[in-house]
Structures are given as C-alpha cells and as structure tokens.
C-alpha cells in the first residue's frame, strides 16, 4: 500500500491553512450576527406592536394568541438557534475539506464513501428525516403552540410540548399522545386567531320574534359593558335571528368572536343570561306545559 503523502511546503501551506481557517471563521461570524439581528429585530417588531395595539380587538388577540407573552418570543429564539446551529455544522464541513484539500489529500474515495454512507442512511432513518424535517417547518410557520388546542386528524387535544420529531398532546380525558411530526398531514388549530361562541336559544314558535330579538339585543349590548368580559369579548355579540322553527319552537341564534378557546365560557354566560332576560320579560318556553321561561 501507498503511504498517504501530505503536501507540506514551509511557509506556504500554514500560511494558507491560517487564511483559510480565518476566513470560514469569519464568515460563520458574519452569518451568526446576521441570525441574530435579524432574530432581534423581529422580537423588537413584535414588542412594539404588542405596546402599540389599534383596538380592543387587536389588544385581546396580542393577549391570546401568545405574542404578547413568551411564545413568540420563545419560537424566534428557537429558530434562531436552530439555524446558528446548522449554520455552525455546514461552515465547520466545508473548513474540513477545505483544509484536506489544502493539504493535498484525496477527497474522491472520502465522498465516494461519504455518499454511500449517506444514501444507506436516508434508505434506513429516512423516517427520521422526515419527523425532524416537519417539525422545522412546523416551527418556522408557527402551525402551533404550546397551549394550544388542535386537531391532528387522529387526535385532538392541548399542546404540552413541541419538540422536532414529535408533539406531545394531552385529550380531554387526560391521556397523553406523542404524534411524529411527519405522520400530521393536517393540522386544524382552534387556538389561532379567534374562537366563535354560538348560542341557541329556544322559545315558543308563536312569540314575537321582533320582541324575541329585541331583548337578546339588550343583553348582548349589556354583555359587552361587562367588565368581567372586557378581556374575552373581541365585539358586541351579534343576534343573528330565527335560525330555526319547528311544530313547538323557535331557535333565535346568537354569535359571539371570542378570543382562542374563551367560546364556552361566553356560550354559558350568554345563555344563561339570555334566559333570565327572557324568562323576567314572560317569554314562554317551547314547552306548552312549562309556561313563560324561568327565571
């Protein structure tokens, strides 16, 4: 066997090991600055709309949806050290063969098996690959949250952790679920944005249903002033009118935009008093036999 022979030319190749290592040190600098502010400026972006909010509606999302706390501030820095650090790998690879390369060595048969190596390794982890690649994006996109409540298809629950390969869910019941992050294929988030509480309130088919809508106007508009929802209520909650009438009822509907996962509590609280307001105005029941609705 050849013995492996290194080219070493005095001072030549320190000289040109130095400026080489140099300068992929300098560029990894330039790239991890420029990660930096750039993960700065956005987390100033975010703070000063979170200090500057339009409206009531603007106010309450900030407050929900997780930028007006450390979610967003959590997500940038993830994706910031995320990308420093694969920043950091590719830079130190090509200073390798760089340097290999400097010194005369042959980088054929260390490519040829690097690339063998590679394609069994994607052949037998490709699953693997695809969790962690998923959960990048799922990360960059911001599809979801600690905290929120989504719906992977199969399983529907809160968020307890996101990792790069696999999500961590908590059901209503109280089981915990670890879903791979490549096996969600689609991801409804109820958390995002804004919730709907939808109220149906039934009474008798023959009132008024004028008189009906009138006085679910006034608790809607009562609802609003009330301090208790100040921070829950994005608007006046909106009658929508008869949604339905059947031999004995008439179902008026009554919308609600909620901030994430705040509907239910709206919906009790509206119902509850929608039915007072009615049942103090002598609205009758759907029920012949019940009378006016209790109060």
């Known amino acids: 066997m050849t013995p492996l022979a290194i080219e070493w030319t005095w001072p030549d190749t320190p000289i040109a090991l130095a400026v080489v290592i140099v300068l992929f040190l300098l560029a990894r600098w330039l790239i991890v600055r420029g990660i930096t502010l750039a993960t700065r400026t956005a987390l100033k972006r975010a703070q000063d709309q979170r200090n500057h909010p339009d409206s009531r509606t603007q106010r309450i999302l900030a407050m929900a949806t997780g930028s007006d706390h450390e979610r967003f501030e959590q997500r940038v820095n993830t994706i910031g050290s995320l990308l420093r650090n694969l920043t950091s790998v590719i830079v130190g690879t090509l200073l390798v063969l760089t340097i290999l390369a400097v010194l005369d060595v042959p980088l054929a048969p260390l490519l040829a098996s690097a690339g063998v190596g590679g394609i069994a390794l994607a052949f037998g982890a490709q699953s693997l690959v695809k969790d962690f690649l998923s959960g990048i994006f799922m990360i960059l996109e911001d599809q979801y949250g600690v905290g929120d409540l989504i719906d992977t298809g199969d399983v529907r629950g809160t968020v307890e ?48 249903a004028g008189r009906v809508i009138g006085i679910l106007e006034q608790v809607s508009a009562e609802m609003e002033e009330d301090a208790a929802f100040a921070d829950v209520l994005l608007e006046k909650p909106t009658v929508a009118g008869v949604n339905a009438v059947t031999a004995t009822a008439m179902t008026i509907r009554v919308i609600a935009k909620t901030a994430p996962n705040q509907h239910w509590g709206v919906q009790r609280a509206l119902l509850e008093r929608a039915l007072g307001a009615l049942g103090r105005a002598g609205v009758r029941s759907p029920a012949p036999h019940l009378g006016v609705l209790p109060d």
């Open 161 to 208: 952790d996101v990792g790069l390969r696999v999500t961590r869910l908590r059901d209503p019941s109280g089981t915990v679920w670890y879903v791979r992050n490549g096996e969600v294929l689609r991801v409804g988030n109820q958390s995002q944005g804004w919730s709907t509480a939808i109220v149906d309130v039934p009474v008798a088919y023959d009132e008024d």
